[in-house]
């Protein structure tokens, strides 16, 4: 019978430590995992000054192990998870459910927010429109929106979301092939605010890869969401993130490499040279906005118009 490299226990090691190149077991497992999540919230500072925290939980599991490792390293405190059904038919329904049942585990405040029900619309309708806007960037765009919004409006101080190293990376490798020096200076772990109306955000699986996330999910047989969101198919994000995976092929720890680099050598001077945006109050909302009217109220009024028409 196998045994686990680090307690010995006679049960079939499944999981490698990357780094160590180590096969162990799910306990062991689930003691690495949740170690490095605590060293990376106290490394930045996730909860320092923290008097009411949020947790934006999709059902996926990314989030999933996200709430259930800070359970175990930090059980004094306190968290509500905020959920948003998106309307996919059948996906957001499993979501809702596996998120509700969590909650109800482990008593959990749970805030539940309806797209369709206070918008009039849902990521599906917008799904199945022909439209320029790639449906993804429209869902992140309300996401970020209605997170903060229902963060604000409920006192939260902080947000935790479950964007993990693949995700970060992701959205780095994009922006700067793109030169895109605005949005380059956000990424980091901890965004403080910058407005009375915007919540403080922090990214505690910030150095946890998607393969870390699953392996702690299975290992401490959580309930995530398993099926693909239907209207992922041909999503940018996917394959750029399938290119990078191959990157890593060819230059280990290459995901790692460009977050630090990223961090410690470029963020710095970015901070330095590029000026947070002046902030408004969007005529529409009151929520905090660079121009007149803000983007989600925008592409609101616009994915309106166009289930209309269809
Ligand atoms: S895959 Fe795209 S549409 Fe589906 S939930 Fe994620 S961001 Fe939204
Ligand atoms: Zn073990
Ligand atoms: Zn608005």
């Known amino acids: 019978m196998d045994k686990c490299s680090r307690c010995k226990t006679e049960e079939k090691p499944l999981f490698r430590l990357k780094n160590l190149n180590m096969l162990v077991c799910s306990q062991c497992f689930a003691s690495y995992y949740e170690k490095k999540v605590k060293n990376t919230v106290l490394k930045y500072g996730m909860l320092n000054g923290v008097r009411r925290l949020a947790l934006a939980v999709s059902g996926g599991k990314d989030s999933m192990a996200l709430a259930r490792a800070l359970l175990e390293v930090f059980p004094s405190i306190k968290f509500t998870i905020i959920h948003l059904n998106l309307g996919i038919p059948n996906y957001s329904d499993e979501c809702q459910e596996i998120v509700e049942k969590f909650c109800k585990e482990y008593s959990i405040e749970l805030l539940l927010y309806d797209l369709k029900k206070y918008n009039g619309y849902s990521i599906y309708d917008f799904g199945n429109i022909k439209s320029k806007k790639r449906v993804c960037g429209v869902c992140g765009t309300v996401k970020r929106y209605l997170m903060n919004k229902i963060a604000y409006e409920n ?147 616009k994915i309106l118009k166009l289930v209309e028409n269809n």
């Open 155 to 301: 006192g939260f101080d902080t947000i935790a979301t479950g964007h993990n190293l693949d995700d970060i990376v992701e959205i780095l490798f994009n922006l700067y092939i793109n030169g895109s020096i605005e949005e380059l200076v956000r990424i980091k772990p901890v965004s403080s605010s910058t407005h009375s109306k915007i919540v403080r955000k922090i990214k505690p699986l910030i150095e946890m890869t998607d393969r870390e996330d699953l392996y702690y999910a299975i290992s401490r047989n959580l309930n995530y969401v398993s099926s693909e969101c239907p209207l992922v198919k041909g999503s940018r994000m996917i394959n750029r993130k399938k290119l990078i995976l191959k990157i890593e092929e060819e230059i280990p720890n290459f995901k790692y490499l460009l977050l630090k680099t990223h961090l410690k050598r470029f963020l710095p001077m970015l901070e330095e040279y590029v000026l947070p945006p002046t902030l408004r109050e969007c005529e529409d909302c009151g929520m905090p906005s660079i121009n007149t009217v803000c983007s989600f109220c925008k592409l609101s009024s």
